[in-house]
T-cell receptor, first 115, second 112 residues
Framework: GAGVSQSPSNKVTEKGKDVELRCDPISGHTALYWYRQSLGQGLEFLIYFQGNSAPDKSGLPSDRFSAERTGGSVSTLTIQRTQQEDSAVYLC?????????????FGPGTRLLVL | LAKTTQPISMDSYEGQEVNITCSHNNIATNDYITWYQQFPSQGPRFIIQGYKTKVTNEVASLFIPADRKSSTLSLPRVSLSDTAVYYCLVGGFTGGGNKLTFGTGTQLKVEL
């Protein structure tokens, strides 16, 4: 299992509920990214982590979205009070080193459906 | 962030060469050009990356003119399994890391 893993693979929730999405990056990768892909759309950048800190949160669409990373490894993206427009595929990617143009390796994504 | 423009879709047949061109008029000096491939229900997969001139690897070539305002991904002898969405991205390291800007991509359909 050398790739990026994400869980759950699918999540159905009711409007107003909170959800947590998890990302396990490739071991040793210091940079971690969250993206969102709505149906038929390109990927939308959400947040970037370098180690446990998040230098760039500019893509988070509202204050209902937050993310953290612990131990320089696992990251969780939390969406509070979910809305139907939050329905999308949430993709996590990791890369080895932020100081170069490193390739980002993507996980399979979490498909979120808010009813 | 540099905005990219690429065709929405392209059709081809097995064994043909496919060239997908992307325009990025406001590319910055430190931006690289990267192409990703995405199959349905999967995350994007890196294909190739370049800064200028030509780059070739085992699956594709990337042609970048001197002004770097466009780039062309070349897929030699495509097969049915190359049917996917192809994304052209430009990005560089800023204080906020290697933030990639994805457009809507090009849906390539390969037929027999």
């Amino acid at each position: 299992g050398a790739g990026v893993s994400q869980s759950p693979s699918n999540k159905v929730t009711e409007k107003g509920k909170d959800v947590e999405l998890r990302c396990d990056p490739i071991s040793g990768h210091t940079a971690l990214y969250w993206y969102r892909q709505s149906l038929g759309q390109g990927l939308e950048f959400l947040i970037y982590f370098q180690g446990n800190s998040a230098p760039d949160k500019s893509g988070l669409p509202s204050d209902r979205f937050s993310a953290e990373r612990t131990g320089g490894s696992v990251s969780t993206l939390t969406i509070q009070r979910t809305q139907q427009e939050d329905s999308a595929v949430y993709l996590c990617a990791s890369s080895l080193d932020r100081t170069r143009q490193e390739t980002q390796y993507f996980g399979p994504g979490t498909r979120l459906l808010v009813l | 962030l540099a905005k990219t423009t690429q065709p929405i879709s392209m059709d081809s047949y097995e064994g043909q060469e496919v060239n997908i061109t992307c325009s990025h008029n406001n590319i910055a000096t430190n931006d690289y050009i990267t192409w990703y491939q995405q199959f349905p229900s999967q995350g994007p997969r890196f294909i190739i990356q370049g800064y200028k001139t030509k780059v070739t690897n085992e699956v594709a070539s990337l042609f970048i003119p001197a002004d770097r305002k466009s780039s062309t991904l070349s897929l030699p002898r495509v097969s049915l399994s190359d049917t996917a969405v192809y994304y052209c991205l430009v990005g560089g390291f800023t204080g906020g890391g290697n933030k990639l800007t994805f457009g809507t991509g090009t849906q390539l359909k390969v037929e027999l």
